[in-house]
Nanobody, 128 residues
Framework: QVQLVESGGGSVQAGGSLRLSCTAS????????MGWYRQAPGNECELVSL???????YYTDSVKGRFTISQDNARNTGYLQMNSLKPGDTSVYYC??????????????????????WGQGTQVTVSS
């Protein structure tokens, strides 16, 4: 059974940092693209960052220079280091994994309803 389990969310003040983790079981990250989406109430599900099998990365403009995605294949775990957090980063963050590059849309109506494996989500709240 494939599972993605996220951890590391929480509440911080603006300017603070959090590191999200996503641990996979039932498959290996080194065969997949791994990424992070986020969705706030009333908003679309937005692709925040992804890391491809060759190690290249993507970041949405609003997080460039502040967030860093990484992956530890030995631990089958992906990470999203989030620095200089802003109130606008407040969302539920979801990790996703899938080997098919064409399914990675920048925006989805709802997270977790699209193809691929999804975690359960972790809340990130940034206060001003």
């Amino acid at each position: 059974q494939v599972q993605l389990v996220e951890s590391g969310g929480g509440s911080v003040q603006a300017g603070g940092s959090l590191r999200l983790s996503c641990t996979a079981s039932g498959f290996t990250f080194d065969d997949s693209i791994m990424g992070w989406y986020r969705q706030a109430p009333g908003n679309e599900c937005e692709l925040v960052s992804l890391i491809r099998r060759d190690g290249t990365t993507y970041y949405t403009d609003s997080v460039k220079g502040r967030f860093t995605i990484s992956q530890d294949n030995a631990r089958n775990t992906g990470y999203l280091q989030m620095n200089s957090l802003k109130p606008g980063d407040t969302s539920v963050y979801y990790c996703r994994a899938d080997s098919r590059p064409w399914i990675w849309s920048g925006r989805l109506t709802h997270c977790r309803t699209a193809l691929g494996y999804w975690g359960q989500g972790t809340q990130v709240t940034v206060s001003s």
